[in-house]
């Protein structure tokens, strides 16, 4: 099956930094989202992005499908952005999921 | 505009024991996938469900069964629990079926098997 790998694992930003978190993906998807997981478990939509570029406020996402890697940007980070990141690709009729960037921002 | 809701959110089972676990899917989607998080891991697809049919299944025992009712709803049962399926089950609703397309997670029930 597919494979889904993310880095880095951990990171610690002090509030204000930005961050680029990267997601590579071992097969061709016509499917990829970035999921944020808040403390009580919820995975909260990102971005839907096969491909492309796209923005919303302080985030913004790049996929290069025919390179197989995806990358999440975080720019002037906020403590509220703490938690998990999880990239998933489609694979067939579900998601495969890497294993996660747990973000940790200090104010 | 309704999202994913799942029921109970939080419940203790003892081993041997079965469990049922409720979502109704965001309005507008036919399309109910579970999936099954562990401490510290990532989602793993358990199966999904359109037109009240099992269409995918990941890599779960038979003890991992489904239904999806004609209002869309579906649920979870597993059953004779074992230690090893305490965790958090998440639910996910889309439209249509075939290609997994954008897919939206509800809270989560968060099982603990004592």
């Known amino acids: 099956g597919i494979q889904v790998e993310q880095s880095p694992p951990d990171l610690i930003l002090q509030e204000g930094a930005n961050s680029t978190l990267r997601c590579n993906f071992s097969?061709?998807?016509?499917?990829l989202q970035w999921f944020h997981q808040n403390p009580w478990g919820q995975l909260i939509n990102l971005f839907y992005?096969?491909?492309g570029t796209k923005q919303n406020g302080r985030l913004s996402a790049t996929t290069v499908a025919t390179e197989r890697y995806s990358l999440l940007y975080i720019s002037s980070s906020q403590t509220t952005d703490s938690g998990v990141y999880f990239c998933?690709?489609?694979?067939?009729?579900?998601?495969?999921f890497g294993a996660g960037t747990i973000l940790r921002v200090k104010s | 505009d309704a999202g994913v809701t799942q029921s109970p959110t939080h419940l203790i089972k003892t081993r041997g024991q079965q469990v049922t676990l409720r979502c109704s899917p965001k309005?507008?989607?036919?399309?109910v996938s579970w999936y099954q998080q562990a401490l510290g891991q990532g989602p793993q697809f358990i199966f999904q469900?359109?037109?009240?049919?099992?269409?995918q299944r990941g890599n779960f025992p038979d003890r991992f069964s489904g239904h999806q009712f004609p209002n869309y709803s579906s649920e979870l049962n597993v059953n004779a629990l074992l230690l090893g399926d305490s965790a958090l089950y998440l639910c996910?609703?889309?439209?249509?079926?075939?290609?997994?397309?954008?897919?939206?997670f509800g809270e989560g029930s968060r099982l603990t098997v004592l």
């Open positions: 996910a609703s889309s439209l249509g079926q075939g290609v997994v397309g954008e897919l939206f």
């Open positions: 097969d061709s998807v016509n499917n």
């Open positions: 992005i096969p491909s």
């Open positions: 998933a690709v489609g694979q067939g009729n579900k998601l495969v």
């Open positions: 309005s507008g989607h036919d399309t």
């Open positions: 469900y359109y037109e009240e049919e099992e269409r």
